[in-house]
């Protein structure tokens, strides 16, 4: 199994280090002149947390941590819409499959890390779930080429990538304010370094809520595959280590059901993706 590393919390101290099945090892300490898990990636350092960790006792138990996102201050988080063709069909709109990928900001207030509660806003009662494989950029780059663009992956997560559903139909051509509640979407548990294409290219993403499968689908029917969305983005803004790319959901988010079904307090949703991991969260409502 792959390196897991992580952001966390504990005994109200922030630090990073690896998750292993023995508990969490603290490695900040041994490399002051990181802050944080960000400024690992950017100096190319997973490689170093993962050959300190060898031997080394595990500093807390796991319940002794609270995971937070995994990278604290990305400089840029871009999510892509409807990637996937049954969730381009549930518009219904009567459009062909789109030739360029719809792309919207997020901030990183908007996510919280593994185990903690989504947020539901009282301004509405339309939390819904959208589970999504992301990608970490490790190294820059600019007008990538696509067979260029795994070179510049250093690691893996998932997302939780929760909306407030009536907020993205507040205005015609954007859905920024639906998308960027505090603590509305999750993000983790842990960074998976990226080796080589079979962690991506056919792996098996799936959403379950309470233990029932809403969805599920293959990264092999993307519309805009990794590689794509890698080349498309840089072409417009520089790619920067540490920058994340959140890949898109399947069909199945609560908004496409009759009536649909809104995420409520006590909900438990489940994101997981082959070789990544599990991204589990509650849900509350905010007081």
Same mark, same amino acid.
């Given at each position: 199994m792959s390196a897991k590393f992580i952001s966390f919390t504990a005994q109200g101290r922030s630090s990073y280090g690896m998750w292993r099945d023995d508990g969490v090892v603290d490695l900040a300490a041994e490399f002051p002149h990181w802050p944080d898990l960000g400024a690992v990636v950017a100096s190319g350092g997973l490689k170093d947390l993962a050959k300190a960790a060898v031997g080394r006792e595990a500093s807390h138990p796991h319940d002794a941590v609270r995971l937070d996102i995994p990278l604290p201050r990305p400089e840029k988080i871009i999510c892509v819409g409807v990637n996937f063709p049954d969730r381009n069909a549930e518009y219904k709109d009567g459009q062909a499959q789109p030739t360029k990928p719809s792309l919207f900001i997020r901030f990183a207030r908007s996510f919280v890390g593994h185990e903690a509660n989504l947020v539901r806003p009282p301004e509405s009662e339309q939390l819904d779930y959208e589970g999504e494989i992301t990608i970490v950029i490790g190294k820059e780059g600019r007008r990538i080429a696509p067979e260029e663009a795994f070179g510049h992956i250093a690691?893996?997560?998932?997302?939780?990538?929760?909306?407030?559903?009536?907020?993205?139909?507040?205005?015609?051509?954007?859905?920024?304010?639906?998308?960027?509640?505090?603590?509305?979407?999750?993000?983790?548990?842990?960074?998976?370094?990226?080796?080589?294409?079979?962690?991506?290219?056919?792996? %098996?993403? /799936? &959403?379950? !809520?309470? $233990?029932? @499968?809403?969805?599920?689908?293959?990264?092999?029917?993307?519309?805009?595959? *990794?590689?794509?969305?890698?080349?498309?983005?840089? %072409?417009? /803004? &520089?790619? !920067?280590? $540490?920058? @994340?790319?959140?890949?898109?959901?399947?069909?199945?988010?609560?908004?496409? *059901?009759?009536?649909?079904?809104?995420?409520?307090?006590?909900?438990?949703?489940? !994101?997981?993706?082959?070789?990544?991991?599990?991204?589990?969260?509650?849900?509350?409502?905010?007081?």
């Open positions: 690691a893996l997560t998932l997302c939780n990538e929760g909306t407030i559903r009536d907020w993205v139909r507040h205005a015609k051509f954007n859905v920024t304010q639906g998308k960027n509640w505090d603590r509305s979407g999750s993000m983790g548990p842990w960074l998976v370094p990226f080796t080589n294409a079979a962690q991506l290219d056919r792996i %098996t993403l /799936t &959403t379950r !809520v309470n $233990g029932e @499968v809403r969805q599920q689908d293959n990264t092999a029917n993307m519309m805009f595959d *990794f590689r794509f969305i890698i080349s498309y983005v840089s %072409t417009f /803004t &520089t790619l !920067v280590p $540490g920058d @994340v790319i959140v890949c898109g959901t399947p069909t199945g988010a609560g908004a496409r *059901f009759d009536p649909p079904i809104w995420l409520q307090p006590g909900d438990v949703i489940e !994101v997981e993706a082959d070789g990544i991991g599990v991204l589990r969260n509650g849900v509350e409502d905010e007081v």
